[in-house]
């Protein structure tokens, strides 16, 4: 056992816990943040991607140890009440259909557009590579991206 201090959305926590177990647990069964998804269990989906110090992370294969000191967000700490500008853009795309991937596919969002705030298409598929949509929404995901880059840069659509 270790004592690992993380901040998670915003509140600061030390936590006495096994350095090695995973973040996506940690997550889970200490902190009751089920918001981020289990999928594969291998980082090949997505699903559990948290954004750890600004960085897009896999949540499921991440031991805990790598986030002591830094500041973690999950989907919980875009918005409670999905008034963040990618929650609010996607539901005006009407993304999600079984929802499972969405959190992990918004939290590589937000990493996108904090580095490039008008991402072409391109910059879109390159950041969210790597997450997979089993329904296959992924072209309501494209524009709710940018519909979220143009929210973010204070436009509405």
Partial sequence: MAAITITVNGEARTLDIDSAMPL??????????????????????????????????????????????????TIEGLSADATHPIQRA??????????????????????LLAAIPDPTDADIDDALTGSICRCGTY????????????????GGR
């Fill in 139 to 154: 072209m309501r995901i494209r524009r709710a991206v940018h519909r979220a880059a143009e929210l973010m840069q204070g």
């Fill in 24 to 73: 996506l647990w940690v997550l889970h069964e200490t902190l009751g943040l089920t918001g981020t998804k289990y999928g594969c269990g291998i980082a090949q989906c997505g699903a559990c991607t948290v954004i750890l110090n600004d960085n897009a992370v896999r949540s499921c294969v991440t031991p805990i140890a790598r986030a002591h000191g830094k500041r973690l967000t």
């Fill in 90 to 111: 996607w539901l005006a795309e009407q993304v999600p259909q079984c929802g499972y991937c969405q959190s992990g596919q918004m939290m590589s969002t937000a990493v």
